[in-house]
């Protein structure tokens, strides 16, 4: 028996925040193997390589940049992005198991996002900023519809 049309698109959600939650891991891990190594090597290094000299401008600018990452504390922003994948895995398992704590976990968090993809399409309007919201806003609305449905 093939489940019903709301639990098909419940479980299109999930896995589509199952897999924002595994690329932010990767990203995250990828980040965190680059920090034992020396950045500021690697950027010169690559400067080079696509035939900029690493004194230019611009070249430079990034490579101060690089510097001054180095010498950051990074433990908030690991910590943030150890949040931001947990959370994503948290919603795509409560919505693959339709539980209603799922159901208000994908609405608040992808609620968040609205304004600001709002804002960025009226600053840099572009098909894929209007369908990056538009996408949003239908899941929210979807998510915000099976909660009034399950209340009801």
Known sequence: ???????KALRAIAAFEAFKGVAALAASLGF???????????VASLIGHIG??????????????????ARTDLKPLLLAAAAYVLVRFAEAY???????WGGWLGTLSGGLYIPFELWHFFH???LVSA??????MAV?????Q???RRKR
């Open 140 to 144: 929210v609305g979807f998510l915000g």
């Open 1 to 7: 028996m093939a489940p019903p049309p709301h639990r």
């Open 146 to 148: 099976q909660l009034w």
């Open 94 to 100: 409560g919505l693959w198991k339709d539980r209603w």
């Open 52 to 69: 900029l000299s690493p004194g230019d401008r611009y070249p430079a600018m990034v490579l101060s940049d690089i510097d001054q990452l």
């Open 124 to 126: 840099h309007p572009s």
């Open 32 to 42: 965190l193997s680059l920090l034992h190594h020396d950045l500021h090597h690697i």
């Open 131 to 136: 369908v990056v919201a538009l996408a949003n």
